[in-house]
């Protein structure tokens, strides 16, 4: 049965993968795949040997001997507990998404538009690097993605020039979440679990992080497709942009920085933090919309859409939900092979054929060749449960550089491939990048930024 479940997923990764020769979208496979192996699992129940415990990372003592009822609710537990920490990304990707579509109903995304004078492409592609690099450790990199798409939809209109801008995006958003404990779900994970500690996390991963951006940037500056300028359409500003843009954006982007300050005090998931900021940002949306469609320009035209719907009505019907439930597929589908135990017996398996894991880490070797395939394996399938079965697998105490190097190769492998991070999936979604091209055109790059930054680790780690 576990054959059975291994294949599923495989066929449905090669649907994902093959969308656009299919012609079938993607969230289809997601999703089947998710019931299917689900299904599979609650049919097959008494023919598994084990059970991971993904709140404890390890393996059920004694699942065998339970009864049939035992397993069976065992495995509700699990089921209920994977889809709770998948809705929990969820609720924080619609609130934010939501938030950003409200900056974006009040034209709050022309006020940044505004600030980015040059029409210099290689400029653009720097400022836009740095600030995905930077803002992604603020508000972590899903929602800096999500945030720097939207003004980059604003600001460069040839779509196949901007797939270029958020493949780097990607890559600079991935290497920023990486050293910050609330940057990537996975730091987020190795933070609370007490294995690194902010001080450290920054002192190690700094210096490997920002090469993992500026040395793909560096080299994408050199590409043709970077090359002149940008086409600015003008006739953009013949239409009258809201009194109340600036502070939308403000207020919106404030709002977001505060999830991480209000989970701090409180110790509640971010998904609360960004509920409590979606309803703020909310109030002063409803105010300011009176406000923004009284005024007397005869110049300024207002929609069906803002004529007869609340700002929020407006913001939450132009969510991708497309891309929100292609994430509950693949995530949930994730959560059955990690459920199985299959990802956690893939590294046991990996520690006694490399007996050297697990000895003296800095000394190079076997142990530093594991953490890149770590890298390689968070950006074929994910790097939750890679850093999950880490977890499990390692006892070594906080702030050993292993946990650093677990924190980086799952942080930043994931830019490899495009599915292989929550940023890379939200910009699929977005932009509709095709798998394979992102594989031709981004990977690469991606390569180059992982393979530099570890090295640099490597010269880190000694200092501390």
Do not use: C
């Not at 210099?120 to 995905?132: D, H, M, P, R």
């Amino acid at each position: 049965m576990e054959a059975a479940i291994i294949l599923v997923f495989v066929i449905g990764y090669l649907a994902i993968t093959l969308e656009h020769n299919l012609k079938i979208d993607k969230l289809i496979p997601a999703l089947v795949m998710m019931a299917i192996s689900w299904a599979l699992i609650a049919l097959g129940l008494e023919s598994f040997s084990q059970w991971f415990d993904s709140e404890a990372y390890s393996l059920v003592e004694g699942f065998v001997g339970l009864s049939s009822e035992g397993k069976m609710v065992l495995m509700e537990e699990s089921l209920l507990h994977h889809l709770g920490k998948t809705s929990e990304i969820l609720v924080f990707l619609l609130g934010a998404m939501t938030i950003v579509e409200i900056i974006d109903y009040f034209d709050g995304f022309s006020t940044i538009k505004d600030f980015v004078k040059t029409k210099k492409k290689t400029k653009i592609l720097w400022i836009f690097s740095i600030l995905a690099f930077f803002l992604s450790a603020i508000i972590d990199n899903l929602t800096a993605t999500i945030v720097l798409i939207s003004i980059l939809q604003k600001i460069v209109k040839d779509r196949d020039v901007r797939i270029w801008y958020a493949g780097l995006i990607i890559i600079a958003a991935n290497a920023g979440g990486a050293w910050s404990p609330i940057g990537d779900v996975t730091t987020t994970m190795l933070w609370i679990g007490k294995k690194v500690s902010t001080g450290y996390l920054i002192g190690y991963l700094f210096v490997p992080s920002f090469l993992s951006m500026a040395v793909p940037a560096f080299i994408a500056s050199f590409l043709p497709v970077f090359k002149g300028n940008l086409e600015i359409e003008e006739e953009v500003k013949e239409k009258k942009k809201s009194k109340f843009s600036g502070t939308m954006l403000y207020l919106g982007l404030g709002a977001i920085v505060f999830v991480p300050i209000f989970k701090m005090v409180t110790h509640l998931p971010p998904y609360m933090g960004m509920m409590l900021s979606l309803g703020v940002v909310a109030v002063f949306a409803e105010i300011y919309s009176s406000s923004k469609f009284s005024m007397t320009d005869t110049d300024f035209e207002e929609s069906d859409a803002h004529a007869h719907h609340s700002p929020v009505h407006s913001s939450l019907s132009k969510i991708e939900l497309p891309s929100i439930l292609f994430f509950l597929g693949i995530l949930m589908a994730v959560a059955a092979l990690e459920s199985l135990g299959i990802l956690f017996g893939f590294a046991e398996s990996l520690k006694e054929t490399l007996p050297m894991l697990g000895t003296e880490l800095h000394h190079a070797g076997v142990s530093d060749l594991v953490m890149l395939l770590l890298g390689v394996g968070s950006a074929v399938i994910d790097n939750v449960p890679l850093v999950a079965a880490s977890l499990g697998m390692f006892s070594e105490p906080i702030d050993n550089e292993l946990w650093h190097f677990v924190a980086f190769s799952a942080g930043t492998g994931g830019s490899m491939l495009i599915i292989g991070s929550a940023a890379g999936v939200v910009a699929m979604g977005m932009e509709k990048i095709d798998f394979f091209w992102y594989l031709k055109k981004i990977s690469w790059l991606a390569a180059i930024g992982f393979l530099v930054g570890s090295a640099a680790f490597m010269v880190t780690r000694t200092l501390f």
